[in-house]
């Protein structure tokens, strides 16, 4: 065991930090597991793709397959960290599909939706 002193921002810590050996190591380890398959993407439209520029929660679709929209209309609200962000169209067109729906959690690059 061994003891150090460490220093945060002004504010002084004492820590203890013990050794252990490489068989400790394995033993304490967690399996590694295979991720869960992810599920089918939905069927997308022609068009351009809209996709989800960072992970979060969809908090409302304010469009539908085959409404029209304006450049910059707000298609849906996507809310991460606390924070709801406006995804918009980036030109004029008819959404030719959705792919999220209220309520649904995205990844950073999933489909939201497309416009053609």
Do not use: F, H, W
Not at 18 to 36: D, L, M, N
Request: with cysteine; charged share 20%.
């Amino acid at each position: 065991m061994k003891n150090y002193r460490v220093n945060v921002n002004g504010t002084e810590y004492e820590v203890s930090i013990e050794e252990i050996s490489a068989s400790e190591v394995k033993k304490t380890s967690a399996p590694a597991t295979a991720a869960a398959p992810k599920a089918a993407p939905a069927a997308a439209g022609a068009g351009e793709k809209i996709t989800a520029p960072m992970p979060g929660n969809i908090l409302s679709v304010n469009v539908i397959a085959g409404q029209t929209v304006k450049s910059g209309e707000v298609l849906m609200i996507l809310e991460a960290m606390k924070m709801e962000n406006e995804i918009m169209a980036p030109k004029a067109g008819k959404v030719t599909s959705v792919a999220v729906s209220k309520g649904s959690t995205v990844a950073t690059g999933d489909l939201l939706c497309t416009v053609e």
